[in-house]
């Protein structure tokens, strides 16, 4: 059984579009005597099909090549690049730790200044607590020598009036 030729004027991949139609089951993989059932240039392509093939079956065919895109299929990176590609993501993954460490560290050394003034004003009130404490103490001793001498006057006052003597 000799397969029919189809032959359409278009740029075309040919492995590539001799992909899409197998995938499609559109095309056998290869002919009776064994050859390829995809031919062709850049230009053009030939397509063998069997001489049993529907109206239905040629239409899906025209509108496969129609719709191909000639674009070569990209290669698989090389497993060098896969290595590099991931070496290189970590490598800015460390950079960007480091920027986070060196950030989060700045944050630290504005705390722990923000701690030391705490601590200085702290020793300041400190301070301050301690000299109005000495102060209270100060006036607490004052009034008390006020009072007793309050006393002392209270005494001598009442000294006089019993009719004893400033003196006594």
């Known amino acids: 059984m000799n397969y029919l030729p ?28 064994g050859t390829s059932t995809v031919y062709g240039t850049e230009e053009s392509v030939t397509i063998y099909v069997y001489p049993g093939i529907t109206q239905e079956e040629l239409d ?13 299929v990209p290669e698989p990176p090389s497993e060098i690049e896969v290595v590099g590609r991931q070496l290189v993501d970590k490598e800015l993954q460390i950079l960007e730790l480091q920027g986070q ?6 944050q630290v050394v504005g705390l722990e200044l923000q701690n030391l003034e705490l601590q200085n004003q702290n020793t300041m009130l400190g301070g301050q607590v301690v000299g109005l404490e000495l102060s209270n ?32």
């Open 6 to 33: 189809i032959c359409i004027q278009k740029p075309v991949n040919l492995s590539k579009l001799a992909d899409e139609l197998l995938a499609q089951n559109l095309i056998q993989p290869l002919q009776p005597n």
């Open 60 to 72: 899906a065919i025209g509108e496969e090549v129609e719709s191909h895109d000639p674009t070569p």
């Open 101 to 106: 460490n060196q950030l989060l560290g700045q």
């Open 137 to 168: 103490l100060e006036l607490t001793l004052e009034n008390q020598m006020q009072e007793q001498q309050l006393v002392d006057m209270d005494l001598r006052l009442l000294n006089l009036e019993m009719g004893g003597t400033a003196s006594e």
